[in-house]
């Protein structure tokens, strides 16, 4: 499998590869989508093109979107289908458990040492990072983000857009709304509501009026 990463700005982009690598496929590089001062050419020469990519210039068969906020990798997402593309498996670590009764929609990223129960399900753009967990029937809407370390108990629900700090931990049948963000570290022991934002043990809404993590909603 020949892998491209959409959007290589963020960091953990450097991440991505490191996955491919222990998946034993090949990683192609990655597209910079951000215009830079001499008029869009990328500020990396190691960084391809949209113009590489509209073009079909590059050989790959799955697309992963770069790391970031929920919104920003939707974002990623509308402009490759203007480009219409819609190339994605699921990029899983190989270190990574997941129950045989686990459904996973497609575009789904997970790093090194994820666990996904029994009768989970991860829809379109999930991304957990390392060591993160999800619980049996728990469900995980459209680009649902966890941290490193998260831990998501059984039966538990998160809206589209969601992001979830590292070393959170969301316990068994709490809702989670719609883009809202859970602060590292926060226990959360009630439903959330949407584009709310809840930090501490246990968790406490500390906003309700945002926009989704970091400002760009889903």
């Given at each position: 499998?020949?892998?491209?990463?959409?959007?290589?700005?963020?960091?953990?982009?450097?991440?991505?590869?490191?996955?491919?690598?222990?998946?034993?496929?090949?990683?192609?590089?990655?597209?910079?989508?951000?215009?830079?001062?001499?008029?869009?050419?990328?500020?990396?020469?190691?960084?391809?093109?949209?113009?590489?990519?509209?073009?079909?210039?590059?050989?790959?068969?799955?697309?992963?979107?770069?790391?970031?906020?929920?919104?920003?990798?939707?974002?990623?997402?509308?402009?490759?289908?203007?480009?219409?593309?819609?190339?994605?498996?699921?990029?899983?670590?190989?270190?990574?458990?997941?129950?045989?009764?686990?459904?996973?929609?497609?575009?789904?990223?997970?790093?090194?040492?994820?666990?996904?129960?029994?009768?989970?399900?991860?829809?379109?753009?999930?991304?957990?990072?390392?060591?993160?967990?999800?619980?049996?029937?728990s469900r995980l809407s459209t680009f649902v983000?966890?941290?490193?370390?998260?831990?998501?108990?059984?039966?538990?629900?998160?809206?589209?857009?969601?992001?979830?700090?590292?070393?959170?931990?969301?316990?068994?049948?709490?809702?989670?709304?719609?883009?809202?963000?859970?602060?590292?570290?926060?226990?959360?022991?009630?439903?959330?509501?949407?584009?709310?934002?809840?930090?501490?043990?246990?968790?406490?809404?500390?906003?309700?009026?945002?926009?989704?993590?970091?400002?760009?909603?889903?």
């Amino acid at each position: 499998m020949k892998w491209l990463v959409y959007g290589a700005r963020p960091l953990y982009t450097a991440e991505i590869a490191e996955i491919v690598a222990r998946c034993g496929d090949t990683f192609v590089g990655a597209v910079d989508n951000m215009e830079t001062e001499d008029q869009g050419a990328s500020a990396e020469s190691s960084w391809l093109s949209i113009s590489d990519l509209a073009n079909e210039r590059i050989n790959f068969d799955s697309v992963v979107l770069s790391a970031g906020p929920p919104g920003i990798r939707k974002i990623l997402r509308d402009e490759l289908r203007e480009l219409n593309i819609d190339r994605y498996e699921n990029l899983i670590d190989p270190t990574a458990t997941v129950a045989s009764s686990a459904r996973i929609s497609s575009g789904v990223s997970m790093n090194a040492h994820v666990v996904v129960g029994a009768e989970a399900a991860l829809e379109e753009f999930v991304q957990i990072n390392r060591s993160s967990s999800v619980g049996h029937h728990s469900r995980l809407s459209t680009f649902v983000t966890l941290g490193p370390g998260v831990t998501v108990a059984s039966s538990v629900s998160l809206g589209a857009g969601v992001f979830v700090g590292a070393g959170a931990t969301i316990l068994p049948h709490v809702t989670i709304g719609a883009n809202a963000t859970v602060g590292a570290g926060a226990v959360v022991i009630e439903d959330v509501p949407a584009f709310a934002v809840v930090v501490g043990h246990p968790a406490r809404i500390a906003r309700t009026d945002t926009h989704g993590y970091l400002g760009y909603t889903v």
